[in-house]
């Protein structure tokens, strides 16, 4: 292995390449081989595993998962690291490098074509953080094939994903999450390891999805984005955020409430899933 994920080695690469890192995309490269080790070790990597990697950067990731998973499809949107990924990685016949932005992406006909054995697919990333969030929600919703998520995310985005009912950190994205898979916070991750060294600290984060969602949701659509819209605006109760979105009068909204046994001055910060999908649904009926 050449190591690829070190500070020498990268300022090797990035010299020898006059590539110059870009912002725009969110370069934050890893320069450390302990923590490249631990993220593949977490994440289960092994021969019986296909692997969706999103932003290859140089490959210092991209090199760690070759050697361990049976194949790797990597995602990198910047057309100026393709030739420094094809030329170090020529040696792999288990790789394939896809010049394309993961939003745009076709990523279950590239699961087809790519992935000859029938294995399961999981996707391992350090993610672009300008666009976390729309791409962990853009996969969970159209690739069902992916049936594990190692994501490096920045931390406060770590803690959102991973929180529980009543604290700050508890949102929508934790529930759209939550409802589909479990989560787990794995490593946390020091921005010393990253170049250039970003303002803020990473954590890995895993999600497993499940096989069989423990939640029984009759109209689904509906569900996610009545949590969306139970989350607009913070400060405001679940009440009056429904009550803009869905134009039902505040009387009735406060009637289902009370009828159910919930506060009609409740926060959507103290509902957990279940009351999400129950209230859901009373709402639904009412429309
Ligand atoms: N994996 C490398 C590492 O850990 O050193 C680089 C990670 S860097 C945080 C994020 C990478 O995602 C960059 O290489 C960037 O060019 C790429 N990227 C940004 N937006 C993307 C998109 N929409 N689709 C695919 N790749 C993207």
Redesign the pocket.
Known sequence: MKK??TVNN?KRILEENGFFM?KK???????DQNI?SSIVSKAEINKKVNVI??????????EHLLENANHVI?????NS?IPILTKEFADYDNFTLLN??????NIKEDIKTYFKDDLPVYVV???????TTP?IMHLLENVPEIKRYSV?VQLEVADRICANKGGKDYNNLTIAIKYRAQTQKALTVSRNV??PKPNVDSAVVIFDIYDEKPYNVDDEAFFLRFVKDAFVNRRKTLVNNINNAYKLPKEKLEEILINNNFNPMVRSEALDIEDFILLAKLIKDNL
């Open positions: 690829i994920g990268t870009k995309f969110g370069q934050n490269f890893l320069i490249l990697e999103i932003g290859p950067g140089i490959g210092s990731l991209t990597s995602y990198e949107i910047d690291l394309k932005d993961i939003l745009k992406a990333a350090n993610l672009p953080y300008y666009i791409i490096m990253f170049m």
